[in-house]
Structures are given as C-alpha cells and as structure tokens.
C-alpha cells in the first residue's frame, strides 16, 4: 500500500463543464503524477509535479492543469471536459530516484463525460 | 513507431502452464525495466523491476532483459488462475525532476483453470 487516495472514484460529467480530481498522499513524498489509460494506448504521462508548487508537463497535457500547493496533495483539473477526456486516471508516486526507485499508483479515478 | 511495444493479447493458457510476456523498445536511454500487473478496474501494481541485463527471479516470475536486442521478458511459471489479470511492461528514464515511466500497452493473461 503506498498510502495513495484518489477522488471521487467515479464520476460522470457533461462535456463543457470543469472536473477536479484530487490525489492524496500519507507519506511526504515529493514526486507526484497523473496518467491516464486508454485501450490501445496504455498509460500515458499528462503531468507531474517535484515539490510543492514545482509541475511540468507530460506527454498528452493539452486540455489539463494541475496544482500543488502542499505536499500531500496534487489536483488534476479538466477546465472544459470533452468528451475524450472520458478515461481511467490513475494518480502515482516515487520513493525517490534512481535505483529501486520506481513508482506506485493509486486505485484509479473513472471519469465519464456525456 | 512507439518507443515501447506490447503484443496486446489476449493470452490464454490452461493452469500450470509456463507463460512468456514480452515488450520490444527503442530507446537506449532506459535505464530501468519494470512489469506491473493489472487486475480489472485496479491500479496497476508493481511485480518486478531490472537495472542491468539478464535474469531476475522472484517465485514463480522470471524477469529478463536483453539490451543489446532491446527485449524484455516476464516468464510464470506454474501460472494460475489468479494470474489472470493485465501485464504492462514499462521503462524509466531517470532525470532531475523525476522517475519518468514509458509504458506498453499492455497483455491481457487469462489463465483457465
């Protein structure tokens, strides 16, 4: 268990409007990401985040923010949901880097936009 | 072309059976080689991960990486029913603002009893 939760674990949403989804961690870990998994395309990078207020980008961020504003917590938000933003998304976290530092998910948030 | 490719599956073997999972790359700058295992609507969940070439063992699991063919295996021995489940293969690249993980697509295993 790596102390990771995510909500809301399943949501249904209509295209147009802004979706939060909240990953919180229990053990002071600095690295944090969001991916998302899609059938054919596996899981893909949309961004992370280092430290408190430190985010980059991932592979497939068109269309998404995040925010971090302390350590336990790192915020994915859909400003204007469409309707391919309908996906699993899976928050992880990093030990720490290098050697035998690999990273851990959470259990999953599903998203659906109508 | 993908940097990491999976044969999707679905895989299906009788119980017992030895099952072999395998991932192609294409860039040399991964340094780590992970298999994470997937049960339905679950986070995946770490199995087993290689640095260097050659073979790891942990029970029934077998991971082995040939850089020089950029190939990775996951070998079950003696599978299971409960090993029914997704298998991604993924590749890391670490760099100074985090592990970076590149995934396959994943193979789903169904393993009947």
């Known amino acids: 268990d790596a102390g990771i939760t995510q909500s809301p674990r399943h949501k249904v949403t209509e295209t147009g409007t802004p979706v939060t989804l909240r990953c919180h961690q229990t053990?002071?870990?600095?690295?944090m990401y969001w991916y998302r998994q899609d059938p054919g395309h596996g899981l893909r990078l949309i961004h992370y985040s280092y430290g408190v207020k430190d985010t980059d980008k991932g592979e497939v961020s068109d269309g998404y923010s995040v925010s971090r504003s302390k350590t336990e917590d790192f915020l994915l938000t859909l400003e204007s949901a469409t309707s391919s933003q309908t996906s699993v998304y899976f928050c992880?976290?990093?030990?720490?880097?290098?050697?035998?530092?690999?990273?851990?998910f959470g259990e999953g948030s599903w998203l659906t936009v109508v | 072309q993908k940097e990491v490719e999976q044969d999707p599956g679905p895989l299906s073997v009788p119980e017992g059976a030895i099952v072999s999972l395998n991932c192609t790359y294409s860039?040399?700058?991964?340094?780590?080689f992970m298999w994470y295992r997937q049960y339905s609507r679950k986070g995946p969940e770490l199995l087993m991960y290689?640095?260097?070439?050659g073979n790891k063992e942990d029970g029934r699991f077998t991971a082995q990486v040939d850089k020089s063919s950029k190939y990775i295996s996951l070998f079950i021995r003696d599978s299971q029913p409960s090993d029914s489940a997704t298998y991604l293969c993924?590749?890391?690249?670490?760099?100074?603002?985090?592990?970076?993980?590149?995934f396959g697509g994943g193979t789903r295993l169904m393993v009947k009893p």
């Open positions: 993924a590749m890391l690249m670490n760099n100074n603002a985090g592990n970076m993980l590149t």
């Open positions: 290689t640095y260097s070439s």
């Open positions: 860039n040399s700058a991964f340094q780590y």
């Open positions: 992880a976290i990093t030990r720490g880097l290098g050697s035998g530092n690999t990273i851990y």
């Open positions: 053990e002071n870990h600095r690295y």
